[in-house]
């Protein structure tokens, strides 16, 4: 039995795209379609608006350990986290002057500003803060929600994107609802054989779909997934399940995944490119559809450090989480100077430890290129966890 | 004098609108101390975006954790309770006010006068220009077993207030902050008494306006940033709206009349100011742990701040904005919606430009302190637009709110000493 | 003759400036900074006024009409029979202060003193070859050679005799800190110069003539100025204090006056400075908090490899692949580089890699402090250093175009040259 080269030519596809901070794949589309391409910062943003304008949304998650910042660390000090630095790292040096317009979700104080320092740098730019509610109630939050959707399509469409149809929207509705599928499918076959689906060739492959249509992404996702699926030369390792919490703005290295992998962690479930599953389930395509992105975000919003838990308890969902993926630990993984995550951490620790998890924590930034420490505690934890369970 | 130790506010200087500060605060937080004897009810709250004059409607007591973190700061008890919060599992990545309060908290709630602080009965989260006001009360929501009034109030991004985020928040005034604190106190929201608190935090708010824009003369007969620290307080914290704030603020302004009169410089902790040799305009919040040896580092220069972005936190009024009875909600809304920390950061430049010009400034200063990034995300941006646009030199320190590990005290005069020269220098036919 | 005086008390050396009343730099004087502050500032200028006096001879030669090469020939020689004389007046100084330290010993191992006897000896028949011509000398610092010296002979006494290595150096370091504070030590100028006169062989008449004139020589100090990361310490009023901001800026003007950007790498920080036509600080930045990617960074590396920092830059130009090191923070310093070492990367790229990641945060200081205009005058101790050098011509033409780049082989002196500049102003005897 050996491998199906195929999949080595998808994984080797991905990282490309992963890699290319040029966005050749956005450059080619844009000649091919001549459509606006506008950008997007994690975590959360409708992308099915943007595509039903004809809209190319691309996901820009910071850059890597490969980087060197020049001009991007001349805007902060050094108790700043690493994504905004590499952001501007890569506006300033013209990685994304094929972007027509960028989009900061509100994820911290950090992130908004910057979409302040963005309208200054990039004056041509439509730059946007996305402003998403944190009052979830349908007459409040939502309808705030849905004026600044309106308020978005029409700023799309006064650049040259179609104006906003039903139908279209519609359309794009089930084409996300389908890419979201996927990747649950994937998350669900990597909760049950986690060998099949390493976390840093998943990650990869969310990263590259970042930077796609949703109908090539789709089909990247739907192979991968045949591919791993039937590959049989993958076999299981004894290795401890854990459940990965954190990384969901700033993203760690592939690095910092494959250490973690080889220190005998299995991450069973994580919080990277979670724009892939912030939208839990599908949404639905008849009714009103720009409502229904509303109410999908108000309702069915994976919990999040940046989001106000309005009832219920803080860490239930990551308990769920952890116990549905059956996961045996938890692994605090947040980006250095992260607020939303370092300040939610404490409430995390508390749940987690009420339900008799074993948990570690280490901080990461996205240019870390050392990780003997991370490896040592993690291959410590892992051991534990293995002891433990066979005690 | 008084000595560190024992500093408060309100010792800086005794003339009467302080001694009339400093029994207003005594007489707060000897109900607070009271409330579980009186069955007073309190609420939590912040500075930015507080609603004050809803709470007084309601007659609720407020606790602003900010304020005590910065007295814990300025009674040298932070460190200790930073401490103690970060054994506790808190990063030392995060802010220091969260942490002091907590560490507080967790070593039996003594507030700044020395009297315990009674436990909330509502914690009024108005999320306004801070994501972390947000984690703030989550967690202060685990030790607490009260109802939470969220109110989320949009950030300025393309700097201005629309008719949408104005309605967003007034809705929520009325279907989440009102049923809450109405249910909290057993009262019924009572629209009059509201207004007649307003009317007179508007008042006092041409009062406060008048003051900082006495600064416009040379010499300024203020300090707009250590000395405003004072200056704002009742207005930014539990007075808003109360007779006593009326007053406060009536008599300030005559006593600043007067400097003016006698062509006075600032009060400072050591005196008066005698030769005003800089005028600078500081954008960012102080430092609490060293707040006086700080401020004596611009005295020793003789330089004055004749404006500050700080002096705004708990909202702009020089830009024309005061609280108006005849539209109750909208105007709670728009003040929300209007404080400093809730500017892009272009409206941010405006202003520090504008202030620079009508101030009439030889420069300014950022202080960049790391708790905050929602001051400090994009300040260094901040500094060279301003320059470019005022033609003004900027001078950029870095330090913290609370916590004394991050104040380098040699560090921050050398850098303060070199721009003040720079400064010097770069006056016409400037000093060798 | 009346001078002024600029002197930088920086975190690793201080040094003095000396200039004549017309502006034109007479001396130059460096010493570490170990001791305290007054010993440093007085140390540093001692040696600023004997290379004064060394240039005014030198000037008193040109007026006699001595050729030049054979005036440089003359002189070195003086020079260097100078400083033997001085080492050995210092080790005159240091030997009186070990016996005194050894007597105050509680318990004296047998063969201490012998052995203490027997290194002075040592050190003492080795100082003509030490100032030979074409000898190396690893540094001018007293108390490095004499320390290097010492410590080499005391490991070799402790071997051959059993007496204790740590007794013999503990010594060394109580006795130095005297000899450093010591005037005696210093000696006077015209002792050393006569002493020196003596032992050289075909003395060209003049020179005797001119170190007499010279050497009598009343120099009478007329305005200082201080300045440094340790100015306050300083023991000048304080109307004689300007920031080191202020004096880089103006002595990288007097050195290249075309310079309108200043980049300073000292130990404990690093500048970015941008200076008008006049040499006036229109704008500056310092570095973070930390001392990450300050010259003290190198100085933890250096540690780390076991090499002495001037090796650093040497070693880091033979790199063809420098490794890619994105933290330049002293604490993870020692760290990153044990663990990069044993993934078998090359010392070379690791420390050209270093170099590189110190450079890039200078360029981040830069562009905070507005950018890059030409030209461009690089200052402090890591200018000296080729690696750093060349990493940053490299980033300097990436990212702001072609323009002259100005090095000094005296940029160490830059923040001193602008104190003294500054003091010259004071005394109203050239604005």
């Known amino acids: ?391 | 004098m008084t000595t560190r130790q024992t500093a408060t506010p309100v010792d800086v200087q005794k003339d009467a609108s302080q001694v009339r500060q400093k029994a207003m605060i005594a007489r707060h937080f000897d109900r607070l101390a009271a409330a579980p004897d009186t069955g007073e009810k309190t609420v939590y709250t912040f500075v930015p975006g507080n609603l004050t004059e809803l709470l007084l409607s309601f007659d609720i007591l407020p606790v602003l954790p900010e304020i005590n973190a910065l007295q814990s700061a300025m009674r040298g008890k932070s460190a200790e309770y930073i401490s103690v919060a970060e054994k506790l599992g808190h990063s030392e990545d995060v802010c220091t006010y969260v942490k002091s309060d907590i560490g507080m908290l967790k070593s039996g709630n003594i507030g700044p006068t020395g009297q315990r602080l009674p436990n909330p009965d509502v914690l009024l989260l108005s999320y306004t220009g801070c994501f972390t006001f947000m984690k703030w009360f989550e967690l202060l929501r685990e030790e607490y077993d009260c109802p939470v009034a969220m109110l989320h109030v949009p950030y300025q991004a393309d700097g201005r207030v629309t008719e949408s985020m104005r309605r967003y928040v007034v809705d929520q005034l009325r279907q989440k902050v009102i049923p809450v604190l109405e249910q909290a106190t057993g009262r019924a929201y009572d629209e009059d008494r509201l207004r007649e608190c307003l009317a007179r935090s508007a008042e006092a708010e041409d009062d406060l306006v008048w003051v900082l824009q006495s600064a416009r003369h040379t010499p300024s007969p203020i300090d707009a940033y250590f000395g405003a620290v004072y200056y704002v307080g009742p207005i930014f914290s539990s007075f808003r709206g109360t007779p006593d704030a009326v007053a406060y603020y009536r008599e300030l302004r005559a006593e600043i009349a007067e400097r003016i009169r006698l062509g006075q410089g600032p009060v400072t902790p050591d005196g008066d100011l005698e030769t005003e040799r800089f005028r600078i305009v500081v954008e960012g919040p102080p430092n609490w742990t060293s707040f006086r040896q700080f401020w004596k580092m611009f005295v020793d220069e003789g330089a004055v701040a004749v404006a500050s972005t700080y002096a705004k936190v708990g909202g702009v009024y020089d830009t024309g904005f005061r609280h108006d009875p005849s539209h109750p909600l909208e105007s709670l809304a728009d003040y929300c919606l209007g404080c400093y920390t809730n500017l892009s950061l272009p409206s941010r430049i405006d202003l520090l430009t504008r202030y620079v010009k009508e101030y009439s400034a030889d420069g300014f200063l950022i202080n960049s302190v790391k708790s905050c990034n929602s001051f400090s995300a994009g300040q260094l941006h901040i500094l060279r637009e301003v320059e470019a646009r005022s033609g003004r030199p900027g001078g950029f320190i870095e330090s913290d709110l609370v916590d004394p590990r991050y104040f380098s005290a040699a560090n921050i005069k050398n850098r303060l000493e070199s721009y003040f020269q720079m400064l010097e220098q770069k006056r016409p036919g400037g000093a060798a | 003759m009346r001078y002024t005086v600029g002197i930088d008390l920086g975190s690793t050396t201080t040094k003095a400036v000396v200039l004549g009343d017309d502006g034109t730099i007479l001396g130059r004087g460096i010493t570490n900074s170990r001791s305290n502050y007054d010993v440093a500032c007085q140390v540093a200028l001692g040696e600023a006024l004997i290379n004064a006096r060394f240039s005014l001879i030198d000037g008193e030669l040109a007026r006699s009409g001595l050729a030049a090469d054979l005036r440089a020939r003359q002189l070195a020689r003086l020079e260097r029979a100078f400083r033997a004389e001085q080492y050995r007046s210092q080790l005159r100084v240091l030997a009186k202060e070990l016996r005194r330290f050894l007597a105050r010993l509680l318990t004296k191992p047998k063969g201490l003193g012998k052995s203490v006897d027997q290194i002075v000896a040592s050190m003492e028949a080795e100082v003509d070859d030490l100032y030979a011509e074409g000898a190396r000398r690893k540094s001018d610092f007293f108390r490095d050679l004499a320390g290097s010296r010492y410590l080499a002979l005391a490991e070799a006494e402790a071997r051959a005799t059993g007496v204790g290595f740590d007794t013999l150096a503990g010594l060394f370091d109580k006795a130095i800190l005297d000899v450093e504070n010591s005037p005696e030590a210093a000696g006077r100028f015209e002792d050393h110069a006569r002493a020196a006169l003596a032992g050289i062989p075909e003395v060209d008449e003049r020179l005797p003539a001119a170190v007499d004139r010279v050497a009598t020589l009343q120099l009478e100090q007329i305005g200082s100025v201080g300045t440094g990361y340790g100015r306050q310490r300083l023991p000048f009023p304080e109307g004689q204090i300007r920031s080191e901001i202020l004096c880089h800026g103006l002595g990288a003007h007097a050195m290249f006056p075309g310079t309108r950007t200043v980049l300073d790498i000292g130990g404990q920080d690093t500048k970015a400075i941008q200076v008008d036509d006049q040499g006036i600080v229109t704008s500056f930045q310092m570095n973070d908090r930390c001392a990450a990617g300050c010259g003290r960074y190198l100085g933890y590396i250096a540690d780390e490899m076991s090499l002495g920092l001037h090796e650093l830059g040497p070693i880091a130009s033979l790199s063809t692949s420098p490794v890619r090191i994105n933290s330049t923070c002293t604490v993870f310093a020692g760290a990153e580089l044990r663990e990069r070492l044993s993934l078998g990367e090359k010392r070379e790229d690791i420390l050209a890699g270093l170099h590189r990641a110190i450079i890039l945060r200078a360029m981040s200081l830069l562009a905070r402090s507005g950018g890059v205009k030409d030209e461009f005058t690089f200052t402090g101790g890591v200018a000296k250093n080729p690696a750093a050098v060349t990493a940053l011509q490299g980033l300097l033409a990436e990212n702001y175009g072609e323009l002259t780049v100005n090095i000094s082989d005296d940029s160490i002196y830059t923040g001193a040259l602008g104190a003294a500049l500054f003091a010259l102003r004071t005394t109203g005897v050239r604005s």
């Not at chain 1, 950008?39 to 949304?57: D, K, N, S, T």
């Not at chain 1, 954190?246 to 991450?267: K, N």
């Not at chain 1, 599908?282 to 999908?296: C, F, K, S």
């Not at chain 1, 074993?358 to 420490?373: C, D, I, L, Y």
């Open chain 1, 1 to 391: 039995m050996s491998a199906d080269p195929r999949l080595a030519a998808l994984v080797d596809r991905a990282d490309r795209l992963y890699r290319d901070y040029r966005l050749s794949s956005v450059r080619d589309w844009k000649a091919r379609t001549g459509g606006l391409a506008v950008g997007y910062m994690p975590i959360y943003v409708p992308r099915e608006l943007l595509h039903a304008q004809g809209v190319l949304p691309v996901g820009l998650m910071g850059g890597r350990d490969d980087l060197e910042i020049i001009k991007g660390d001349a805007y902060y000090q050094s108790y700043i986290c690493h994504i905004p630095r590499s952001t501007i790292e890569l506006g300033l040096n013209g990685s994304l002057d094929c972007l027509d317009g960028m989009l900061f979700p509100a994820i911290c104080d950090v992130i908004r500003n910057l979409s302040g320092m963005w309208q200054m740098l990039f004056p041509g730019m439509l730059v946007r803060y996305l402003d998403v509610p944190q009052n979830f109630d349908r007459d409040l939050g939502g309808r705030f929600y849905r004026d600044d959707l309106e308020q978005l399509a029409r700023d799309l469409a006064a650049r040259g994107a179609a104006p906003l149809d039903a139908d279209a929207l519609r359309h794009s509705i089930s084409l996300y609802n389908e890419d979201r599928r996927l990747v649950r499918e994937l998350y669900a076959l990597r909760g049950r054989a986690p060998w099949k689906v390493p976390t840093h060739e998943l990650y990869m492959v969310l990263r590259a779909a970042l930077v796609l249509p949703v109908e090539e992404s789709t089909a990247l996702f739907r192979t991968y997934l045949e591919l791993v699926t039937h590959d049989d030369t993958r076999k299981p390792l004894d290795q401890a399940r854990v459940l990965l919490t954190g990384s969901f703005c700033e993203q760690p290295s592939i690095g910092l995944i494959r250490t973690l992998e080889r220190a005998g962690c299995y991450i069973v479930d994580d919080d990277f490119v979670q724009i892939h599953r912030f939208i839990q389930s599908d949404i639905p395509v008849d009714g009103d559809p720009v409502e229904n992105l509303v109410v999908a975000f108000l309702t069915d919003a994976m919990a999040s450090p940046t989001r106000y838990v309005e009832t219920g308890v803080k860490g239930d969902d990551l308990i769920r989480r952890a116990e549905e993926g059956g996961a045996e630990g938890i692994l605090f993984c947040a980006a250095s100077f992260c607020d939303p995550a370092l300040l939610d951490q404490p409430m995390l620790v508390k749940a987690v430890e009420r339900r008799g998890f074993p948990w570690t924590a280490f901080k990461f930034s996205e240019n870390s290129g050392q990780f003997q420490v991370i490896r040592e505690q993690a291959g410590t934890f892992a051991d534990s966890i293995k002891l433990w369970s066979g005690a």
